[in-house]
């Protein structure tokens, strides 16, 4: 009993790497929310609220990202989950986040449908990946 | 192994964003080639490094010279050649626009490096020639204090100043090197953002009108349809009462105007839109309609949509002018003057054009004057290469060519804008050159 409620403390992603991972997830939200209301209403100011929003959701996940490459290199094994999953599908959502933010840049509509249809697709694997680091933290999970 | 995965992404998006076009079918005159719009996942982006002119000079044709006729100007603009020779500058840099998006902040830092560091003069500089030897021994400060100034025109008594915020007036006596008092104002212009801030001017041949262009907010509304009320156009404003209307629209981008000789048609050079492609779309010269709406922003070259552009209008599209004459997609004109006989006989009927060059193109284009020959009023043939060597063949920039203006008395007026200097190119001998061809 007393080892292995020594582990389950120990198991689990850090704290604030937690909080980066976290915090671009409402960033992603809110830019597809917003080209949706781009596309929706064609005011010009949706979408440039989608690209800052996207480029600070960038700034949190690249950060997560590097906190979780960091770790798979290190072999933790504190870690629990399925640390290599996790960082493949963040790494998938970042660098397709980032095309998005490239897609973004395009002037007025020449944006679409591409920067809705990546909003979608990007937010999708941020919460999936937010899901898979945030597991870790499940102490019923550990066997 | 790790590692290279996001590093293979990197350059599979460099790779998208390459555009290679190796054929080379026209893109000048009146039918130019119109390729698909595209655009990768950065748009082309060139921007060529300025270097000092050393020991290198501007190239001009055999039987011509060139000269800088003044150096250290605080970025010329436009110059407008005086009844008894003097010649004005329009110093200034304008525009104010907020950066709205990332893409904002990325681009002016990267498109600051192909321009001066140096501080817009907001002013008039005069130029004097006192003896007639083509050596501008003169100079003063004509009028200072003023946003921007870029189009110049003169109607009798009164010297107008296109300020990128309102059109101006001084007094003017022959002669005078200063202006005797403060400008007075004509009317307030359209300003707010002023993405497009050179106001170009004109007068028409009985001085009655002034012609004021107007440049777009935005490439292609991406600020927004509200920011582009009375952008994109060219106004008639009444010389005397200030009054305006607008004269023509869908005019993306009108930096210079001028009036054609005898049949007091007025002309404009036309900046149009980018990120659509190295070869899309094409800048061009026009003899400009009254009324008439020349597509911008729902489409180019007549009745090819920009499909960027939302809400569309199909009645506009159906109703937009096609341009007169090409002049190549990026070179960016900004000067425009009407030749005459003392240039010389091959370049006696025509209209000399500056190219700036552009950040939108690889290779580059532009970034010379050229000479577009006229037959019975209207363009005819190809363009011919007056002064080159602003970029140089090691791709740096020298200078960058903005307003040209034509002396009556045989000579063709460039300004720079890189390297600060009015060039001065004539006929080495005016009789001899005028005999040969």
């Known amino acids: 009993m007393v080892d292995r409620a020594y582990r389950i403390d120990r198991t689990g992603i850090h704290p604030v790497h937690a909080f980066l991972l976290i915090s671009s997830v409402p960033l992603f939200l809110g830019g597809l929310l917003s080209d949706w209301a781009y596309s929706s209403s064609y005011e010009i100011q949706w979408t440039n609220f989608a690209s800052w929003l996207i480029a600070g959701a960038l700034v949190f996940a690249g950060c997560a990202l590097l906190w979780a490459f960091i770790e798979l290199l290190r072999g933790d094994r504190r870690w629990g989950g399925q640390p290599l999953i996790y960082f493949l599908v963040l790494l998938a959502g970042w660098v397709l986040g980032f095309v998005n933010a490239l897609v973004h840049a395009k002037d007025a509509w020449a944006k679409m449908p591409a920067a809705l249809i990546l909003s979608v697709i990007v937010t999708a694997l941020i919460l999936a990946a937010t899901w898979l680091g945030l597991s870790t933290l499940r102490s019923g999970d550990m066997k | ?437």
């Open chain 2, 1 to 437: 192994m790790r590692i290279t995965a996001p590093l293979a992404m990197f350059a599979a998006t460099a790779i998208l964003s390459g555009c290679g076009d190796k054929s080379d079918p026209v893109r000048y005159g009146p039918n130019p080639a119109l390729p698909t719009p595209h655009r990768g996942l950065l748009p082309t982006m060139k921007i060529a490094t300025p270097a000092g002119w050393g020991d290198q000079r501007p190239m001009v044709p055999p039987g011509y010279t060139i000269t800088a006729i003044a150096t250290d100007l605080k970025i010329p603009r436009q110059t407008l050649v005086l009844p008894n020779g003097d010649i004005l500058v329009a110093e200034g840099r304008g525009g104010n626009a907020p950066k709205l998006t990332p893409k904002d902040i990325i681009a002016s830092k990267l498109k600051a490096q192909g321009t001066t560091p140096v501080k817009g003069g907001n002013r008039l500089t005069l130029l004097r020639d006192a003896d007639g030897d083509g050596v501008y021994e003169g100079r003063t400060v004509f009028a200072e204090n003023l946003n921007a100034p870029y189009g110049l025109a003169l109607v009798g008594g009164n010297l107008y100043v296109a300020n990128q915020d309102a059109l101006v007036r001084f007094a003017y006596q022959p002669g005078q090197t200063r202006a005797s008092g403060p400008p007075v104002l004509v009317t307030t212009l359209p300003s707010a953002i002023n993405h497009h801030w050179t106001k170009a001017l004109t007068a028409s041949a009985d001085g009655r009108f002034l012609y004021v262009g107007i440049g777009s907010n935005s490439n292609i509304t991406e600020r927004g349809m509200n920011v582009e009320t009375d952008r994109a156009m060219i106004w008639q404003v009444d010389a005397a009462t200030g009054a305006h209307r607008q004269f023509a629209t869908g005019v993306r981008n009108p930096t210079a105007l001028t009036i054609q000789p005898g049949t007091g048609q007025l002309w404009a050079a036309v900046n149009e839109r980018d990120e659509i492609g190295p070869n899309l779309v094409p800048d061009y010269v026009t003899a400009v309609r009254d009324g008439g709406f020349y597509g911008w922003p729902y489409s180019y070259w007549g009745q090819h949509v920009d499909d960027r552009v939302r809400p569309q209008d199909a009645e506009k599209v159906a109703s937009a002018i096609v341009p007169d004459y090409a002049l190549g997609s990026h070179v960016a004109t900004l000067g425009l003057a009407f030749s005459n006989a003392a240039m010389g006989a091959r370049f006696a009927d025509g209209l000399f054009v500056g190219e700036h060059g552009s950040w939108n193109r690889s290779p580059p284009s532009g970034y010379r004057v050229i000479f577009v020959p006229f037959r019975a009023g209207r363009p005819a043939g190809p363009p011919i290469d007056v002064v080159t060597n602003f970029m140089g063949q090691d791709g740096k920039t020298r200078g960058r060519p903005v307003g040209v203006t034509v002396d009556p008395r045989g000579a063709l007026i460039v300004a720079d804008d890189l390297s600060n200097t009015i060039w001065r190119v004539a006929p080495a001998r005016p009789q001899a050159a005028a005999a040969t061809r």
